[in-house]
């Protein structure tokens, strides 16, 4: 069983950045995809950004494109999002999700098994 954890969340003002950072722990941790997803006020969660096991391949909301990026570090079982050029519509809470990466990334939340209980990031305008 498999465990995922976020942590960089925060307040920041519109134009600022924030760095997430996920871990996933659990016998095959380092080979799972890995992906975030978001939960504005009142709205249904959405796709933020995905990576393969490998790094190989990322992918991007449109609304994201350009001003997040999505890489791992060192050790494989570590994600993190890089956030540029914040916008009030950022604001919610971020989730990071994993799942067998020989299933390949999604960008679907119900393909991720793996969630975690998410962090908040509030952008001011």
């Known amino acids: 069983q498999a465990q995922v954890e976020e942590s960089g969340g925060g307040l920041v003002q519109a134009g600022g950045s924030l760095r997430l950072s996920c871990t996933a722990s659990g016998p095959t941790s380092e080979s799972y995809a890995m992906g975030w997803f978001r939960q504005g006020p009142g709205k249904a969660r959405e796709f933020v950004s995905a990576i393969t096991w490998d790094s190989i391949a990322t992918r991007y909301a449109d609304s994201v494109k350009g001003r997040f990026t999505i890489f791992r570090g060192n050790g494989k079982n570590m994600v993190y999002l890089q956030m540029n050029g914040l916008k009030p519509d950022d604001t919610g809470v971020y989730y990071c999700?994993?799942?067998?990466?020989?299933?390949?990334?999604?960008?679907?939340?119900?393909?991720?098994?793996?969630w975690g209980k998410g962090t908040q990031v509030t952008v001011s305008a």
């Open positions: 999700a994993a799942r067998s990466g020989f299933l390949g990334m999604s960008l679907t939340n119900r393909d991720y098994i793996y």
